[in-house]
Nanobody, 124 residues
Framework: QVQLVESGGGLVQAGGSLRLSCVAS????????VGWFRQAPGKEREFVAG????????YYADSVKGRFTISRDNAKGTVYLQMNSLKSEDTAVYYC?????????????????WGQGTQVTVSS
């Protein structure tokens, strides 16, 4: 089993920045990659960014490219999401998720482990 705990959400003005953290514990050696997702009220959960637990592969949704940066610190078992130039449409609950299998793409159903989520609200 893998446990994930997110933190770092909050209220920020448009144009501001936030950094989210996702701490993984348990059988982290089994993780293939970690993804960040978000879900706004009335909308489906959508992929934001992903990073291989080992290796250099990183991928982003088009909507956040150039504004968000995903990174990891394996020694701390932590994946970060640096969010800059935030927009009101970035408002959502943000989740981190992990999967053990080398699936391609960011389908939520391919991720086995999920954190509880952290709220990000961007005021315009």
């Amino acid at each position: 089993q893998v446990q994930l705990v997110e933190s770092g959400g909050g209220l920020v003005q448009a144009g501001g920045s936030l950094r989210l953290s996702c701490v993984a514990s348990g059988r982290t050696y089994s993780i293939y990659d970690v993804g960040w997702f978000r879900q706004a009220p009335g909308k489906e959960r959508e992929f934001v960014a992903g990073i291989r637990w080992s290796g250099v592969s990183i991928y982003y949704a088009d909507s956040v490219k150039g504004r968000f940066t995903i990174s990891r610190d394996n020694a701390k078992g932590t994946v970060y999401l640096q969010m800059n130039s935030l927009k009101s449409e970035d408002t959502a609950v943000y989740y981190c998720a992990a999967r053990r299998q080398p699936y391609v793409g960011g389908r939520p159903e391919d991720y086995e482990y999920w954190g509880q989520g952290t709220q990000v609200t961007v005021s315009s």
